[in-house]
């Protein structure tokens, strides 16, 4: 399980997400909720990260730094995206690996996109 202070907003996590078809998976996410929302209700709000990204990028997605030897920040080997409208919610538990962090202006991005389609 990782420790309470790797679970702050940004963070980049390792969990088994279902997709849209309700199909789980091991996939990296985002923590998008703060950390004394998830120790109120031992939850933690998700956004999916997928490294299946479209030439066009829909108006859902946010592009993340990443290298192929592993970006310093994020920690993604390839291209990915966070998608904004694939929301999930893990308790700290599911956690299976603690990754990087996103940087600053990509999180603002992730968190105004979704803060619009709710």
């Known amino acids: 399980m990782a420790s309470p202070e790797a679970l702050q907003i940004g963070r980049i996590v390792w969990a088994e997400v279902a997709d849209q078809n309700g199909i789980r ?65 893990i308790t700290a538990s599911d956690i299976l690996d603690v990754s990087g962090m996103v940087p600053g202006p990509e999180l603002l991005t992730i968190l105004t996109k979704i803060d619009a389609n709710q």
Do not use: E, M
């Open 25 to 89: 998976k091991q996939r990296p996410a985002i923590i998008v909720s703060s950390t004394a929302d998830a120790d109120a209700t031992g939850t933690l709000k998700i956004v999916a990260i997928t490294s299946r990204v479209p030439v066009t990028l829909p108006d859902d997605h946010v592009l993340l730094p990443w290298h192929p030897q592993g970006h310093p920040r994020t920690g993604l080997n390839r291209r990915s995206a966070a998608v904004c409208s694939w929301l999930s919610k």
